[in-house]
């Protein structure tokens, strides 16, 4: 079941200041039980580390996830995970989300769990219950961008990838959507082949992703946006 999607993520930012950037690069789907299996020297393309992964001190991904969901009162158990992540290459990543498909042994969906990191080196998981259609609505509760306080809530379309990935998260503030970001690709075969044709197409990939946060921030702000307060973050139970 592992693919590779090389997609597009879109910004929108419609209130105050109008604001679009695009970027494109690659997203793995992968079983974190299985991962994909790479010839050694490519290895360095790819590696899914559980430290970078809810607190970090898991001894597996699964198994921060399972302490993320017990401490929710959601017990995975038999059940199986889909996760969309961009992976560590060249020992380094950032993540602005990973989203992991949770469905039970007898393959109904369990629940999403949508995990959210900001470029202070915060984190944040929100446990999610999306209808058929892979609509759901959450509070807002994790700083993000500096240009907006943590109110409002998302409006978020989740459905899992198969052969299209797409998937968009509204940021609803006082009756507007100010905000909107998009994820859309389309799959391709998780094979060397294709992995190492992405990795030249989208060098420094993972370096680049904060990169474009920080430099888009920066012309905010120089354009005048000003700078919300950063409130102090209480780690979650489930994510030490």
């Not at 929100?126 to 759901?136: A, C, E, K, Q």
């Not at 052969?163 to 998260?169: F, G, I, K």
């Amino acid at each position: 079941m592992n693919a590779l999607y090389p997609c597009t993520i879109t910004h929108v930012r419609n209130r105050p200041t109008r604001h679009a950037f695009r970027h494109r690069t690659y997203l793995w789907l992968i079983d974190p039980d299985r991962p994909p299996r790479l010839p050694r020297v490519l290895r360095p393309l790819a590696r899914f580390d559980p430290r970078d992964h809810f607190g970090g001190t898991a001894p597996t991904i699964r198994a921060g996830l399972e302490r993320f969901l017990r401490a929710r009162d959601v017990e995975l158990g038999d059940g199986t995970v889909t996760m969309l992540t961009q992976a560590r290459a060249f020992g380094y990543v950032f993540n602005p989300i990973t989203v992991y498909w949770c469905h039970r042994s007898d393959g109904t969906p369990l629940c999403v769990v949508a995990e959210v990191h900001n470029t202070y080196g915060g984190r944040h998981g929100y446990l999610l219950r999306p209808d058929g259609s892979g609509r759901v609505l959450a509070d807002k509760e994790f700083y993000v961008s500096p240009f907006f306080p943590v109110d409002g809530g998302y409006r978020m379309r989740l459905p899992e990838p198969g052969p299209r990935l797409d998937l968009s998260v509204h940021l609803e503030r006082d009756g507007a959507r100010p905000f909107t970001a998009t994820v859309r690709g389309d799959r391709r075969p998780a094979g060397p082949r294709e992995l190492l044709r992405l990795a030249l197409r989208h060098p420094l990939s993972t370096v680049l992703v904060p990169a474009a946060i920080r430099l888009h921030g920066i012309r905010l702000y120089l354009r005048g946006l000003p700078v919300q307060p950063r409130p102090p973050h209480r780690t979650q139970e489930g994510m030490q």
